[in-house]
């Protein structure tokens, strides 16, 4: 059961870090709380579906394209919407639950609010200390770990990380310093939403497209990013990794109140926010 | 200047006139039935309460009508999207719509228990015969026990009602444990129950609990995840080491799609059998990408079986307008066809008190069988009455696999349904257990 609860923790835990640490960079570096974060995740997966069956794409195409247009249209919604209202955080947080809303409406007009599917990439399953695993969760946690490397290569290593973390720490100081704080926070917010569209690309396969699916992992997401800190990235991990064993060990050891994995993230949710509101790592990007 | 305003108040007072003689006329219209289809339009299951109801229109209609008395009448649907599934509010102001604005003379559909509790108020509320077609709680007709008076309006319709639902599924349960301790030669049989977490499904909790030790087999442990769950695989982990043979599944929303899904991804060594109300569904094969093979569960209507020539031609005609094969929600053409026509020819009025004793009374021939109620409006679940019926997903078809040589006692006779296909069981848990 052991094994159990590690291998169920490593990939719900890689899932749930890939739609928090993007949910957390733009609010560490433009103070935006993006409600409809997991939106854009629920509108790569109808993306997907229309290539592969509208457009007769290769499921990898159909990612790929996916990706590459919610990213964009994370941008255009940055730009034409939440730019225009950004220094005011209640109306930021009220106009992305309306975007939100506005994308699932679509999606139902579009789609019908029917249970869809796409292929996934390998079928099958392997077997790691007695746990079987399907080929999909295996990519899910490899690319997870890829794209964690990715981050830190781009926080770290290049001046657009340079310009990240110190608009993260001081935006003003940054503008002084001659950063673009807006382009900045415009690049964020495209690497987040590709970060919630990648997400959706490959949890989708092992799962069921329709309009609402961006309701339950939005609880997790923000439970995730409040119990690591908003804005901290390692706090996002950490967070996710904690709320993927809190879940295994609710299915495994409590099997009658599996049902409660939500309850449990928003209870862990309010029990951080009265305790320790700034999370377990603050609120802005580490220089570590 | 005040020539002018008055200009503008009389456009008013015409536009007003217009709309209110519009509306008149339209409450008033006698010369048809009107009959509110009320579920989730957005869903298959509202699609199943359409197109059965639409089906069921243009049948009488080209016939000319329903006999009302002396006259023909025919009959016109108003659609309803309850959105039940998403919100409760929105099914009880659709079900409002259709009393107060359309004034409808009869209600059928509703799915989710919890939005039809607050439809069947309104409807009561307003006296309109309400005939349920998608839920399955028996506290809907525990209502009418405890207070005729006020629910004596309402009828379930299809399908039968949770407890016989859970009847109907262990009798599948045992059917298919029998054939399966036959075919793989085992010593006994070890079940898991898996069931979302929504109300009509705590009986089954209840009675599962006590009746699968009853019934000579292992109970290996109940898991109720999220109606909406997207991951399930821990769950999945845990019941293969829990040495289960068979998952019985109690399940009418997404996690039935997605469970199925990872099961039949990660090859579990177990036959599903039970409530999946989306297995039921025809496109259920594409929904899965072909992971539901060999899963079993109740079913209301299935390619190979014929229960009565009601149904046969109900599906045929089904069929042939959609494409498709109908859901159980499409009960409303025979809620329309068998019940409500047949009523209001005896009665002579759409009168609601005139026609509830002949409702009462009604013994007739349905798409899924014969259609009776009980004292609490309940329909009558049994040899002679409806039966659920279970089918198994065998290569990219839905076939019947039960009732086959079904004994409801051990003086009745067998009953096996014309078409019935024998169970098939996964290489895997073949290969697993022999």
């Known amino acids: 059961m052991v094994v159990d609860i590690i291998i169920s923790t490593l990939i719900n835990g890689s899932i749930y870090s890939i739609l928090a640490i993007g949910f957390s960079l733009v609010f560490g570096v433009a103070r935006i709380i993006n409600i409809a974060h997991t939106a854009f995740y629920m509108l790569a997966a109808f993306c997907i579906y229309a290539g592969t069956n509208s457009f007769g794409l290769h499921p990898v195409l159909a990612m790929g394209a996916a990706i590459i247009f919610v990213t964009i249209l994370g941008l255009a919604s940055y730009k034409l919407i939440i730019e225009k209202i950004r220094v005011h955080p209640a109306a930021t947080i009220i106009a992305t639950i309306a975007l939100a809303m506005i994308f699932q409406e679509i999606m139902i007009l579009n789609f019908g609010a029917e249970f869809l599917s796409v292929p996934v990439l390998v079928e099958g399953f392997t077997v790691v200390f007695g746990v079987k695993i399907t080929y999909q969760q295996v990519f899910t946690f490899i690319f997870m770990v890829i794209l964690l490397i990715s981050v830190w290569f781009l926080l770290m290593k290049t001046k657009l990380g340079l310009a990240i973390r110190a608009t993260a720490q001081d935006r003003e100081t940054a503008n002084l310093m001659g950063m673009n704080e807006s382009m900045i926070a415009l690049v964020t917010i495209g690497i987040s939403v590709g970060f919630a569209g990648f997400a959706g690309a490959i949890v989708i396969p092992l799962t069921v497209i329709h309009p609402h699916m961006w309701l339950s992992p939005l609880i997790i997401m923000m439970a995730v990013v409040v119990l690591g800190g908003l804005g901290s990235i390692k706090g996002s991990i950490i967070g996710a990794f904690i709320m993927g064993l809190t879940e295994a060990i609710i299915v495994f050891l409590l099997p009658m109140g599996s049902f409660l994995k939500g309850s449990v993230a928003l209870t862990i949710l309010i029990i951080v926010l009265i305790i320790k509101p700034e999370g377990l790592f603050g609120v802005s990007i580490e220089g570590e | ?434």
């Open chain 2, 1 to 434: 200047m005040n020539i002018s305003i008055l200009r503008r108040i009389g456009v008013l007072f015409l536009i007003a006139g217009i709309f209110f003689s519009w509306s008149c006329s339209k409450a008033g219209d006698s010369n048809v039935i009107k009959i509110g289809v009320i579920g989730p339009m957005q869903y298959s299951q509202g699609k199943g309460h359409w197109n059965g109801a639409e089906l069921a229109m243009e049948e009488i209609n080209s016939s000319g009508g329903i006999k009302v008395g002396n006259e023909m009448k025919k009959i016109e649907l108003i659609k309803a999207d309850s959105n039940e599934i998403a919100s409760i509010t929105d099914a009880a102001n659709a079900m409002e719509r259709l009393i107060t604005q359309e004034k409808v003379n009869f209600v059928i559909g509703g799915f989710r228990t919890e939005a039809v509790l607050a439809m069947q108020d309104i409807a009561m509320d307003a006296k309109t015969i309400f005939i349920s077609v998608g839920p399955a709680s028996a506290e809907l007709n525990k209502r009418v026990k405890e207070d005729y008076d006020r629910y004596e309006y309402f009828f379930r319709g299809s399908p039968l009602n949770s407890s016989y639902l859970v009847k109907n599924s262990f009798i599948h349960l045992g059917y298919i444990a029998a054939v399966l301790k036959k075919t793989l030669n085992l010593p006994a049989i070890k079940v898991a129950v898996v069931a979302e977490k929504v109300q009509w499904v705590e009986p089954v909790i209840a009675a599962a609990k006590s009746t699968i030790p009853a019934m000579g087999m292992e109970l290996a442990g109940i898991w109720q995840p999220s109606q909406t769950a997207s991951d399930v695989t821990a769950e999945l982990s845990a019941i293969q080491r829990s040495g289960a043979h068979i998952i019985f599944t109690v399940f009418s929303s997404s996690v039935g799609v997605t469970f199925v899904r990872q099961a039949g991804e990660l090859k579990i060594p177990a036959l599903m059998t039970g409530i999946n109300v989306e297995a039921a569904r025809f496109d259920f094969w594409e929904t899965t990408e072909g992971k539901c093979e060999y899963v079993i569960t109740s079913a209301n209507y299935l390619e190979n079986i014929t229960i009565n020539e009601t149904s046969k031609k109900f599906i045929d005609a089904y069929r042939k307008k959609y494409g498709e094969m109908p859901s159980y929600t499409a009960f409303t053409h025979s809620a329309i066809s068998n019940l409500l026509r047949t009523a209001i020819e005896k009665a002579g009025t759409l009168d609601a008190d005139a026609l509830i004793p002949i409702l009462e009374n009604l013994k007739v021939e349905t798409s899924s069988g014969t259609y009776k109620v009980d004292e609490n409006h309940d329909s009558i679940w049994g040899p002679g009455y409806s039966i659920i019926m279970a089918g198994q997903w065998q290569d990219g078809s839905f076939k019947g696999i039960w009732p086959n040589n079904w004994k409801a006692s051990d003086n009745a006779p067998a009953i096996s349904y014309e078409g019935v296909a024998p169970v098939k069981f996964p290489p895997w848990m073949i290969e697993a257990y022999q």
